[in-house]
Structure formats: C-alpha cells, structure tokens
C-alpha cells in the first residue's frame, strides 16, 4: 500500500506495529526512518522508537545515533516527557568525558523548553536537583578526614549550584510548589533570602491566575482549541515570550493538524522574536503537519527569504510546496505568485541583463505552463481566468525591463483565453500602454477594446473618446466618434431583441399556464360527468366488446407527488392503455366489495383545508409508503414524542387511496419544532420527509433544502461504499481522523441506499488530512473515492427554447420528480399511428407525434377508440 500512496498516515503506523511484533529490528528501524522523513511524529511513536534504541545501543558509537535520535525528537514538539527521557539517557554517558557538563547541557535546554509547564515543568526540575544532588554526595570527603581546600572549594560550588536550582524553580508558577519551597527550608541550612520569598509569592499569586485556565484544559475534551485560544491571550496580555511560546507549543502539540493555529503562531514569532532557528523551526514543522495549506508555505517562504536563508534551500522548498497536494486550483496560483515575487526581489533591474533576471522570466513562463498543464487537468480550471501572473509578468517587462513589445505579446495571449469581452482587462492594457507605451498602440487597443467588449462597451467608448479629444487629430476624432456610435447602436439592438425576446418568452409562459389552468378545469369537469354515466358506459363497453368478453377498467391517470414545503402538485396525463394493458383480475387477498367499501368510505370523508395561520404548529409529512394502514393511527404514535398533536390530516386521492403525505397539527409551536427532528426517520422501510410547513405563495423564497451546494471544507463526500456499508462501519473508518461529528448515508426515496456518503469533521483540517489517508482505501473488497464536498448546483427547470421546436416542446412538469414513468409511454401499436409528410418532433415524454405547422389554432384532437375498435382494426385481413 505504501508503495502506492507513501502518504497514508495509518498504513505507517500499521506497518510499525507489525514489524515491532515480529522482531524485525532493521526493517523496522527502516520504517521508522522513512515515516519521520514525511510526518512529525507523535510523542507516543517517538518515545517507543527511542526505548527500542535504547535497548540496543551498547557501544559509544551506538549511543551518539540514540543522541541524534534524540535531537530529532526534540524538535517535532514541545514534549517535557521526551525531554526527561533524553536528560535521564545522557546520564548514562556521566562517565564519559565531559559527561557531567552534557548532562548538565541537556537538563539546561529542557528547562528552557519546558521548565515553565505549569503542570508537567516539576519533574524536570527535581530530577535535575536529584542529579545534582548524586554529584554532591560523589564529592563528600571520607567520614573523619579532613576535605583539602580543593575538595572544600568544590563541595561549595555544588551546594551553591543545588540552591540556585531550587531558588530558579520557586520563582516560577508550578503546581505543588509549596511542596518544593517546604523541601528547600528542610534542606537549606540557612534562612531562605528575603529576595527568594518575595519571588516565591509573586509565582504562586501568579500560579492562582493560571489555574483557572489549566482547570478548564484537564476538564476540556479534545480539541481544547477554545480553552487553549482563552490561555493564549492570557498569556499574551502578560507579555512573556517564553510563556506565551510555551502555552503555544502545548496548545500545538494536541492540536497539530489545525492550520490557523499554526498561523498565529508563526506570525506571533515572525513579528516578535525573530530568532532565525526558532522561526524558522515553527515554519517548517507547520508545513509537515498540514502540507494542503498553502497560506503556512507562503509564510514559510516570507520567513526564509527575510532571514536571507540561501537560494538553492528556498527554491528546494518551493519545489516542496509544489508537491503538497493542494485542495484548490487557486492554491497553486497563490504559490506561484509568492515565489515570483521572491525571485522578483532579487533582480537588479539597473542591469540590462543578469543571471537573475533570466531566472525570473523562466519562472514566469513555467507559471504559466504549470498552470495550463498540471493545474487545469487535475481540477478541470485554470485558477487564474483573469490571467494574473501574466498581467504581472508583462508590468515587470513593462515598468522595469522597458520591453514593451513583450508586454504586448503577453496581453495579446491574455486576450485569446477569453478575457477579451471585459471592459476592465482593455482598460487594464489601456493603461499599461499609457504609462510605458506610446499614443499608436493606445488608440489601436482602444479600438479593439470598442470593437470587443461585451459587458461595458459605453466605458471604453468614453476612454477611447476622451483620448482623441486630448491628442487626437480631427480625422482620428472623426472616425472614434463614427466606430462608438455605429458599436452602441448595434449594442442598443441587440439589448432590445433580447428584451424582446425575454417579454415573448414571459407572455408565452403565461400563456402556456393558461392553457394547463384551463385544460385541468376542462378535464376536471369531464371526468365528473363520465362518473355519473359509468353505469351506461360498462354497459355500452360489454355490447361493444361482444366475444372478447371483458371489461376495461378505468384507472386513474393521475400522478401526485408532494414536495418538502407541504405544497401538493398535481400533474396530469392521459395514458392509452392498450388493449390489455388495465384489465385484469382482482387481487384474491382483497374482493372488489372490499376494495370498493374501502374507497367509498375515504370519498365520503370530507376534504380539510391547511389552515396557512398555523403554520407555526403544523409540519408538512411526505415520501411515506401508499400502503400505508390507518396513517393517522400510526402517525400520531410516531408524533406524540414530540408534544401533544392536535389534528393529523393524511391526503387521499379521489380513488380514496393515501397519497404519502399529511399535515400533522400540534398544540405547541415548539413540538412542531422538535417534530422536524424525525425527517429521514425511515418508516415502513421508506425514509419519512419532515419539513416546515409554509405557504410558498406567500414565502416565495423560503428554501426547504436542508442540505448545502457549495463547497464544505471540513465535510467529505465518499463514493464507491458497499450498499451494506452501515452507518456505524463507516464511523469506525472516519472516526481514525479526526472527530466525526455527522455522517450521511445517501438513499433513494424508496430508503435503499445508494453508496455515497457524506462525512462531517470537526474541522477543515480534521478533513483535509482524512482525504489524503481515506481515498482509494478498500472498505469491504470496494476501492472508495473520497473528496471534500463540493455538490453542483441544483438545476433549474430548463427555459423553452425560442423557434419553432418550443410551440411542440412538452412541459417538463408532465413528469414526476424522478423523470418519466413507465405508464407515460403510449402503448399505441405502431402500425395504427397516424402518417404525416411534415418533420417528425420527438416529444419529451417519448411520444412520436406529428408535427403540424405553427398555427394559433389548438391542433384538432384525434377521434379516442375502445378497445374493441382497436380489436377489430387489428384483426381485419
């Protein structure tokens, strides 16, 4: 796996912990290396790495790799259990030469990291007094001899170094320090200084202050960012740069993969202590821990070019970036920006020619190349439509290099990516040529410009006018006055066709409402009258049909769907049947008379209307199961958790069939409040769509779509999952990167899933870093996708086009929500389709009509035939 993707965190770690279980020292050693060289590592990885060393190094040369072990280990984070792990090791080394003053060195450099812990600091401290306290009792003389004045001068210098020990600690806030100011009084011989005390009481008023924050950090869950933010401002109010380094770094080494934090940090070092190898440390392990920010290496480039760090190692770094794997196309036009400005700083533009320069200019043409290459065929756009390192590319050759004629070249190419029909690019031209080119080139770019542009013609008329009026001859004032008109009033022409166009469209529109309202009305009233002659009618059918002997029963043509904002739409068509397509036996479960007992029953309940004043107390239920028994029995028990229901009114068809959706009435506002909290809840093995009811009429932009469309950087979106991928399996697999706080199994409406998910983290960083050890992972033998969520845009009804094909076009409203059913088909046999000479329109619904020529005139409707007239055409020899 590693060998495809050398980036997957968790397949580290794996491939570890099995070579350590095995015993296979040197390929674990090798694995080790090979992680630390990608990732920091955690305190926990570094400190099993170290112990395993340890145990092996025996020779002094053995011992000076675990010291350069060491060294690394101390500079992924601040962790004081590393650094008393790396001072009690070096003791070890004590007899050694030097070794007391290295042990010493070690102990001095961790209580300059991690001394001031409030909460961990302690242990550093006693255990170096413990050490000193062993070099004491090694340089007591024999007992009864008399110690030489060297062994006098050395035993009061390490007495003198035990209570400078003790005097450095109880001036600092620590938790138990009045437990080492009672050890100092026991153990010192002579009265502790006046100066002493008073530091020990302003550390331990100082101490009183801290605590509350260090209590709410032990009570936090992790993250901790905000208690962490609260203790750094703290902090930061005191102005301390060692505390507020310290209180940063621990907040760091819990939170590591969040980028901002890392940001504030570096800026806090940046602008205040500006000590090269500590800034530019932060700025590296920044850059290791979240590589997919590309603000952290523009900071890390700033940072290494202010502390003249040399060429080669910034341009390595640049390379670096390049290879982070950013999220977005506009990243990689952010870093290019920020190196070419880099490189730009270096050149001595006095020079007509120099090493740099020519370094700039095959940057820029890389940029541009990168850009089109690499960055378009990952992500599918430029990141740079408006072409910004080429503007800036031809300022440079402009202003600084007076090549003009290379400027121009670049604006010509910026022009040919589509940037043309912008009136700010032709004026952004305009005034690069103003500046640093000549009158000719100006008025040819304005012309052009007037020519072109799309979007504010009348500006770079007014422009082009403006300079003739300036410098222009009359001849050049004559012809700018005659080019500007003759292009505003074709724009003027245009502009009126197209709202000529957009009033045609608009009145045909409603036109076309008109028709459905009236032909709905139409056929709403027919069918009331073919119910009062069904009788005569089934009689008439029987004669009809004679020897085929059955009866064709009328079914409903109608298709209800009820959309999330209680509104109910009601789409009609008319399905031709065939001449087997409706009859057939009842169902043995169910006799006619039961059914047709049933019905009545539902048609005799008269229709309740939504009462739109209570709104606020009413929730609109839909996509529930058509067989659903006695909804509102079973709907009030599902919705009395909620509150006290008032009133649940389900919606049945004429049929007297449950149509899947009802309005459910509370007593209280805020039971329809929780009500909303049951949406999804699946339902007879559908998932039940709750949502707030409300009047659209009256709300028109109230949007009940709970779901966002635009890009979720700290949410996933996973394809490829087995369909029996439960919630809680995925969670299992997520939950390794971070804190999921939300996961969405996408479903169809009949509740079957669909193998999609969405994945919310705490965090964009918790997600950046889930994409990068996720995608491509196999969950249950299938390879998932996995990406940040960025959902397209709901489309829109499309407009009907303009012409001759829209007076034929369909209505795409004919269809349900999931397109076209198959009783929308005609079920005409082929050979009894009517025969025309005109162009044939192929309509939406799959129908093959004839295509008349336009009239205003409704086309004539074909004469309807029973079945037994289609029976008998069929067999006629």
Excluded at 66 to 80: N, Q, T
Excluded at 219 to 236: H, R, S, V
Excluded at 426 to 441: F, S
Excluded at 534 to 561: N, T
């Amino acid at each position: 796996k590693l060998s495809i993707n050398a980036f997957d965190y968790n397949c580290h770690l794996d491939l570890i912990k099995l070579l350590r279980q095995e015993g296979e020292l040197v390929k674990l050693r090798r694995a080790r290396q090979k992680m630390s060289e990608l990732f920091p590592l955690t305190e926990e990885i570094w400190l099993d790495w170290l112990k395993d060393e340890i145990k092996m190094a025996s020779e002094s040369s053995e011992r000076e790799k675990v010291y350069e072990l060491f060294e690394r280990a101390v500079k992924d984070y601040i962790c004081p259990e590393i650094w008393l792990e790396y001072a009690q090791y070096s003791i070890g080394g004590i007899g050694q030469e030097g070794g007391i003053e290295k042990v010493r060195s070690i102990f001095e450099r961790a209580l300059t990291a991690v001394g001031l812990h409030v909460t961990k600091g302690t242990a550093l401290w006693e255990a170096y007094r413990e050490f000193e306290n062993a070099i004491l009792e090694t340089a007591q003389p024999a007992p009864g001899s008399v110690p030489s004045p060297e062994q006098q001068q050395m035993l009061c210098s390490q007495l003198e170094k035990i209570h400078t020990l003790f005097r450095r600690q109880l001036g600092i806030p620590l938790l138990d320090m009045e437990a080492s100011y009672a050890e100092y009084e026991e153990w010192s011989e002579d009265p502790i200084p006046e100066t002493i005390v008073k530091n020990y009481k302003k550390a331990l008023q100082q101490l009183e202050k801290c605590k509350p924050y260090e209590e709410a950090l032990l009570g936090a869950e992790t993250p901790k960012l905000a208690e962490y933010q609260a203790y750094i401002d703290f902090e930061m109010k005191a102005g301390d740069p060692a505390r507020i380094q310290l209180i940063y770094e621990r907040a760091l080494a819990e939170n590591c993969l969040v980028p901002d934090l890392w940001a504030r940090y570096n800026q806090y070092l940046d602008r205040q202590l500006k000590v090269k190898e500590l800034v530019l440390s932060a700025h590296d392990r920044a850059v290791r821990n979240c590589p997919w920010t590309v603000g952290l290496w523009i900071r890390y480039l700033l940072a290494m070019e202010r502390h003249r760090v040399d060429h080669g190692v910034i341009s390595e770094m640049f390379e670096k970036a390049l290879n982070a794997g950013f999220i977005q196309a506009t990243d990689y036009v952010e870093i290019w920006q920020a190196y070419l400005d880099y490189l730009r700083r270096r050149v001595d533009f006095t020079q007509d020619s120099s090493k740099e320069l020519e370094e700039l200019r095959s940057a820029f043409a890389r940029a541009v190349e990168y850009l089109k290459q690499e960055v378009e065929e990952r992500f599918s756009e430029s990141g740079d439509p408006s072409c910004t390192i080429m503007q800036n590319w031809a300022r440079v050759e402009a202003r600084l290099c007076n090549n003009m004629q290379k400027a121009r070249e670049l604006w010509d190419n910026i022009m040919t990516k589509g940037n043309a029909k912008y009136a700010n690019m032709w004026l952004e031209y305009y005034n690069l040529e103003r500046a640093h080119g000549d009158t000719q080139h100006c008025r040819k770019a304005l012309h052009r410009a007037v020519q072109c542009t799309s979007d504010y013609p009348e500006h770079v008329c007014e422009v082009l006018l403006t300079l003739e009026r300036i410098e222009g001859t009359l001849e050049d004032w004559d012809a700018a006055v005659q080019k500007t008109e003759n292009r505003l009033a074709r724009v003027n022409e245009q502009r009126a066709k197209a709202a000529e166009k957009e009033a045609a469209l608009a009145k045909q529109e409603e036109e076309k409402a008109e028709q459905r309202k009236q032909a709905r009305a139409e056929k709403k009233a027919s069918k009331k009258a073919k119910k009062t002659r069904i009788g005569d009618k089934r009689k008439a059918d029987d004669d009809d049909e004679g020897e085929w002997g059955q009866e064709e029963e009328e079914q409903p043509s109608k298709r209800h769907k009820g959309d999330g904002d209680g509104v109910l739409l009601e789409e009609d068509m008319e399905v031709e049947t065939g001449l087997f397509g409706r009859s057939g036996p009842e169902k043995p479960d169910r006799p006619a008379n039961q059914k047709e007992k049933a019905s009545t029953s539902r048609k005799d309940v008269p229709k309740v209307l939504h009462d739109s004043s209570k709104d606020s107390v009413t929730v609109f239920v839909s996509n529930l199961s058509y067989n659903m028994a006695e909804p509102e029995v079973k709907l009030k028990e599902l919705f009395e958790s909620c509150g006290e229901v008032a009133e649940i009114r389900p919606v049945f068809s004429n049929k007297g069939t449950f149509r899947g959706y009802c309005y459910v009435e509370f007593k209280e506002e805020k039971s329809a409040l929780q009500a909303l909290g049951l949406d999804r809840k699946v339902v007879e093995g559908r998932p039940m769509f709750v949502s707030p009811c409300v009047d659209k009429n009256k709300n028109p932009d109230f949007k009940v779509f709970r779901y966002s469309t635009t890009l979720e950087k700290h949410k996933l979106f996973i394809s490829g999952l087995p369909f029996s991928c439960t919630k809680e399996e995925l969670e299992d697999v997520c939950k390794a990167h971070g804190n999921v706080k939300d996961i969405r199994l996408v479903t169809n409406r009949a509740g079957k899933p669909k193998g999609l998910a969405y994945v919310e983290y705490e965090n964009e960083a918790q997600a950046s870093q889930a994409v990068l050890k996720m995608d491509g992972l196999t969950v249950k033998e299938h390879v998932i996708k996995v990406a940040i969520s960025n959902p397209p845009l709901r489309k829109l009804p499309d407009k009907p086009e303009a012409g001759r094909a829209s007076q034929f076009a369909v209505p795409r409203q004919v269809y349900g929500a999931r397109g076209k059913g198959r009783t929308q088909l005609s079920m005409m046999p082929r050979a009894l389709q009517r025969q025309s000479n005109n162009p044939v329109a192929k309509a939406e619904n799959g129908m093959v009509q004839n295509s008349p020529a336009p009239s205003s005139e409704p086309p004539e409707e074909p004469k309807k035939m029973s079945n037994a007239d289609f029976a008998k055409m069929l067999l006629k020899k």
